[in-house]
């Protein structure tokens, strides 16, 4: 059955320091991916998407991932966090139906 | 700039109330799907629609009801509420000639049962 890991409940960052939040998925062939951010109180945003090609994938507010097919693995990195990006961040894959398989989320604070 | 709506952003009832969650979306997206969300914890698909007059159950049981009479709306109704409700519920929506299931949601209802 299709998966979605977060090892990482919760991480605390320094601002200006880089981050690494983790996501392993679990499918038979390549999945669609996703990272999703939710700020308390507010729906999901969709902050970068992977369906094929570079492997290496652009997202907003300077959030990137990096597909890793040996490793079953999508995790998303920012070189430099912003106090702002504390908030929940949703890592999800879709394997077709379109029916998106959500992962228990890693919360991030950041530390002045 | 959301193009999808959920009303009300917050509801604080009474035990036993009927209450209706509405969500509604401009984009022309065939799937709709309700998500339950506790606080700080994952999300719960409740209920989906793939077309109008297409309902189905989510992974998560749920006491709620959906209907989709329009393609655009897809409301949420418990009959009897109860404080177990109590959650934050999310309303998004996927169009499936994408064939990624890119979601789209909404800001969510938070209600409050007493």
């Known amino acids: 059955a299709q998966s979605v890991t977060q090892p990482d409940i919760h991480i605390t960052v320094s601002e200006g320091a880089s981050l690494e939040l983790r996501c392993n998925y679990s499918y038979g062939a390549t999945p669609y991916l996703f990272w999703y951010v939710q700020s308390p109180g507010q729906g999901l945003q969709l902050l970068l998407k992977?369906?094929?090609?570079?492997?290496l994938v652009q997202g907003i507010k300077g959030f990137e991932a990096e597909f890793k097919r040996s490793q079953s693995s999508f995790n998303l990195r920012k070189p430099s966090v912003h106090w702002s990006d504390a908030a929940e961040y949703f890592c999800a894959s879709s394997g077709g139906y379109n029916k998106l398989i959500f992962g228990a989320g890693t919360r991030l604070a950041v530390h002045p | 700039e959301a193009d999808i709506y959920q009303t009300p952003r917050y509801l604080v009832i009474g035990t036993g109330k009927k209450i209706t969650l509405e969500c509604s979306q401009t984009?022309?997206?065939?799937?709709m799907y309700w998500y339950q969300q506790d606080p700080g914890m994952e999300l719960h698909l409740i209920h989906y629609s793939y077309g109008v007059n297409s309902t189905e159950k989510g992974d998560l049981s749920s006491e709620s009801t959906v209907s989709r009479i329009r393609t655009e709306h897809f409301p949420l109704t418990l009959e009897s509420a109860r404080p177990s409700h109590t959650s934050q519920y999310l309303c998004?929506?996927?169009?499936?000639?994408?064939?990624?299931?890119?979601?789209?949601f909404g800001e969510g209802s938070r209600l409050t049962v007493l």
């Open positions: 998004a929506s996927s169009d499936s000639r994408g064939g990624t299931g890119e979601l789209f």
């Open positions: 984009m022309g997206h065939d799937k």
């Open positions: 992977y369906f094929s090609g570079d492997t």
